[in-house]
């Protein structure tokens, strides 16, 4: 089944505040995790990774952040802007990567003016 | 200057139809792979090829036929199109086989009539 979920499939938030989207995984042997944009009419569009040796990694107002105790994968939005507006996917990796990429749920986030 | 480029990007067909979706990449990566995106976003990996030779082949029914003629096209081929073969595709590549960093395609919008 599904390896890779999403807590909450919709995120509304002001723009300018900061967002945090979430997601939970259930491969333990995952060993590297991507978050994706997908805004409307387009691919996916990479943000930021992570591997499995990593606690944090921060790129510009984006901060991932990985709990491999609880199998927790979060993507933290600095200061949201209009274009923010997107559904965004977790994605992770196991197995050097044979079987490809496991794709989660999605979240929209919304940025409210 | 496209990375990845799908043609067509929208593709409404008959029932029993055969079709064709190509993309290539331009950006010299070695891998590039298939998506199918459904009408709730879920993203799941189809096919991957590695310098024309497939990697990866998912569940997928044999109507679907991948062809790589060389490492910067990988072309989808489908038969006897059905209903529920109707989503959205996306071509992707990365640099190697480790699936790490995968850049997607503007997707082909498939309609099964």
């Known amino acids: 089944g599904e390896s890779v979920g999403l807590h909450l499939p919709t995120l509304s938030v002001q723009e300018g505040d900061n967002s945090i989207i979430n997601c939970a995984y259930s491969?333990?042997?995952?060993?590297?995790f991507i978050w994706y944009k997908q805004e409307s009419g387009k691919g996916p569009q990479f943000i930021i990774d992570?591997?499995?040796?990593?606690d944090k990694r921060q790129g510009q107002r984006v901060t991932v952040l990985l709990n491999k105790t609880v199998k927790h994968l979060s993507l933290q939005i600095a200061a949201t802007q209009p274009g923010d507006s997107a559904v965004y996917f977790c994605?992770?990796?196991?197995?050097?990567?044979?079987?490809?990429?496991?794709f989660g749920k999605g979240t929209h986030l919304i940025i409210q003016p | 200057d496209t990375a990845v480029s799908q043609t067509p990007k929208y593709l409404v067909t008959q029932m029993g139809n055969d079709k064709s979706i190509k993309c290539e990449q331009n950006?010299?990566?070695?891998?590039m792979y298939w998506y199918k995106q459904d009408s709730k976003k879920f993203l799941k990996i189809m096919f991957s090829?590695?310098?024309?030779?497939?990697?990866i082949n998912e569940t997928v029914p044999n109507r679907f036929s991948p062809k790589s003629p060389d490492k910067a096209h990988l072309n989808l081929h489908i038969n006897s199109l059905e209903l529920g073969d109707s989503a959205v595709y996306f071509c992707?590549?990365?640099?190697?086989?480790?699936?790490?960093?995968?850049?997607f395609g503007p997707g082909t919008r498939l309609l099964v009539l």
């Open positions: 090829y590695n310098n024309k030779e497939l990697i």
């Open positions: 491969n333990s042997a995952s060993d590297y």
């Open positions: 994605a992770e990796r196991s197995g050097g990567g044979a079987d490809g990429l496991t």
């Open positions: 992570i591997r499995s040796n990593m």
């Open positions: 950006l010299g990566h070695d891998t």
């Open positions: 992707a590549s990365s640099p190697g086989v480790s699936q790490e960093t995968q850049y």
